[in-house]
């Protein structure tokens, strides 16, 4: 596997997504989980506990990419209640080598 420098592939908006479901009926929750596992912006997805049920990671080229993208692609998903968007300024550690 390589480690591709998303800038230099054009890719230079990192956005983190805090999303909200309906409800958490697991038939739902999986619903949603299958569909951004097949979004090719969704670099990586968490199911949290607290106050949004999912967590994203998007990588996409600039603020209208990312406009796009929630407009045609994410907001389509059934079952969201809530879409919270924060925009990364600035990488301060990135890894992905184990704390051993």
Not at 20 to 39: C, H, P, T
Not at 64 to 85: E, R, T
């Amino acid at each position: 596997m390589a480690i591709v420098d998303q800038k230099k592939v054009g890719l230079k908006f990192t956005v983190i997504v805090n999303v909200s479901l309906n409800s958490q009926r697991l038939e739902y929750v999986d619903e949603f989980l299958e569909k951004i596992s097949n979004l090719d912006e969704v670099m990586e997805a968490y199911v949290t506990g607290g106050i949004f049920d999912v967590v994203l990671k998007v990588v996409v080229k600039d603020p209208d990419a990312y406009n796009d993208f929630v407009s045609g692609k994410l907001s389509l998903i059934p079952h969201i209640s809530k879409i919270q968007s924060s925009f990364v300024m600035r990488y301060i550690k990135q890894t992905s080598a184990l704390p051993f």
